[in-house]
């Protein structure tokens, strides 16, 4: 068993041994970090190191603490004032309610405002129920869809939701990007002459693995070429583990819906409206502070 080559318990040796000799050599902690990183097929460097660890610290300095700050106070405001929060859903209401509950406003310290946490405000929407289904059985779905413009961390966090799970079940997984498949699949269906296809690959040898990977990312799936044959075959595969309850994520620049509002959006034209139906009710994390989130519906954000 291999260690992490930094590790500083066990520099690499994957076992930690007690300095008391009648106590039994331990694997060391880090042993499944390597595994998980092993059994992550195709995950660019750029996020090989990426864990959900990593992806917060690098969201709090993205969204920084005097946006969340006045993101709550300005809830707040609007929750206590009995004009304005009749103007919004009372669904709306409650789940800011919830949120300004959660980060507690603390007494006021000279004239400053606080809150004894920021993180029910400023984490994503779904991101708390992305960790828990890496990291237990309990949490039920197998299809995710993680939006986000581009510099929101949605590849990040995918490359980190699917090594955290191949860590978890010890099975493997792959990310995959979608614009490079598609390439990949147009070569096949039109590279005759295989000028770029020189391994003589088919359609079956490219899609075969991605059908089988027990978790798969397929990111920037909003990047698919429009062939039509590319669209099938990435609708095809999607059915195919949708059949068997393999766990898929998807990332995209937008929501499901709202991509499927657009024309040029390639997946409408199959007319298959239950992949339509099922791309828009995967569990979504979408790449914004939940509450400034809710704060825009409200028209107040
Ligand atoms: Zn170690």
Redesign the pocket.
């Given at each position: 068993m291999k260690?992490?080559a930094d590790?500083?318990?066990?520099?690499?040796?994957?076992v930690?041994v007690d300095p008391d000799p009648l106590k039994p050599v331990a694997v060391?902690?880090?042993?499944r970090e390597v595994v998980a990183q092993e059994r992550a097929g195709g995950i660019p460097g750029r996020y090989a190191a990426a864990t959900f660890e990593s992806f917060w610290e690098w969201w709090k300095l993205h969204h920084p603490r005097q946006g969340v700050v006045d993101a709550l106070d300005r809830a707040k405001t609007l929750l206590e004032s009995p004009l304005l929060r009749d103007t919004f859903p009372a669904e709306l209401a409650s789940k800011l309610d919830h949120i300004v509950h959660k980060c507690g406003r603390l007494a006021a310290e000279d004239g400053q405002p606080a809150w004894k946490t920021l993180r029910p405000a400023r984490e994503p929407q779904g991101f708390q129920l992305l960790q828990s289904w890496t990291r237990n059985d309990r949490t039920a779905a197998d299809l995710w869809w993680i939006d986000g413009p581009p510099g929101s961390g949605r590849s990040s966090l995918a490359a980190a939701a699917l090594k955290a799970w191949c860590g978890r079940t010890g099975r493997p997984g792959h990310f995959a990007s979608v614009r490079e498949l598609s390439q990949r699949l147009k070569d096949v269906y039109y590279d005759v002459r295989s000028y770029q296809n020189v391994d003589f690959i088919s359609e079956r040898d490219l899609m075969a693995p991605l059908q089988a990977a027990p978790c798969l990312v397929l990111d920037d799936w909003d990047r698919m070429d429009s062939d039509i044959r590319v669209v099938r075959a990435l609708a095809q595969l999607l059915d195919h583990r949708y059949s068997e309850a393999r766990p898929t994520l998807l990332t995209a620049a937008k929501g499901a819906y709202a991509l499927q509002q657009l024309e040029s959006y390639p997946p409408t034209r199959l007319d298959d409206t239950s992949l339509l139906h099922r791309l828009a009710n995967a569990q979504r994390v979408e790449l914004r502070p939940v509450l400034q989130r809710l704060l825009d519906v409200t028209g107040a954000g």
């Amino acid at each position: 068993m291999k260690g992490r080559a930094d590790c500083p318990q066990c520099r690499g040796a994957g076992v930690v041994v007690d300095p008391d000799p009648l106590k039994p050599v331990a694997v060391c902690p880090c042993t499944r970090e390597v595994v998980a990183q092993e059994r992550a097929g195709g995950i660019p460097g750029r996020y090989a190191a990426a864990t959900f660890e990593s992806f917060w610290e690098w969201w709090k300095l993205h969204h920084p603490r005097q946006g969340v700050v006045d993101a709550l106070d300005r809830a707040k405001t609007l929750l206590e004032s009995p004009l304005l929060r009749d103007t919004f859903p009372a669904e709306l209401a409650s789940k800011l309610d919830h949120i300004v509950h959660k980060c507690g406003r603390l007494a006021a310290e000279d004239g400053q405002p606080a809150w004894k946490t920021l993180r029910p405000a400023r984490e994503p929407q779904g991101f708390q129920l992305l960790q828990s289904w890496t990291r237990n059985d309990r949490t039920a779905a197998d299809l995710w869809w993680i939006d986000g413009p581009p510099g929101s961390g949605r590849s990040s966090l995918a490359a980190a939701a699917l090594k955290a799970w191949c860590g978890r079940t010890g099975r493997p997984g792959h990310f995959a990007s979608v614009r490079e498949l598609s390439q990949r699949l147009k070569d096949v269906y039109y590279d005759v002459r295989s000028y770029q296809n020189v391994d003589f690959i088919s359609e079956r040898d490219l899609m075969a693995p991605l059908q089988a990977a027990p978790c798969l990312v397929l990111d920037d799936w909003d990047r698919m070429d429009s062939d039509i044959r590319v669209v099938r075959a990435l609708a095809q595969l999607l059915d195919h583990r949708y059949s068997e309850a393999r766990p898929t994520l998807l990332t995209a620049a937008k929501g499901a819906y709202a991509l499927q509002q657009l024309e040029s959006y390639p997946p409408t034209r199959l007319d298959d409206t239950s992949l339509l139906h099922r791309l828009a009710n995967a569990q979504r994390v979408e790449l914004r502070p939940v509450l400034q989130r809710l704060l825009d519906v409200t028209g107040a954000g």
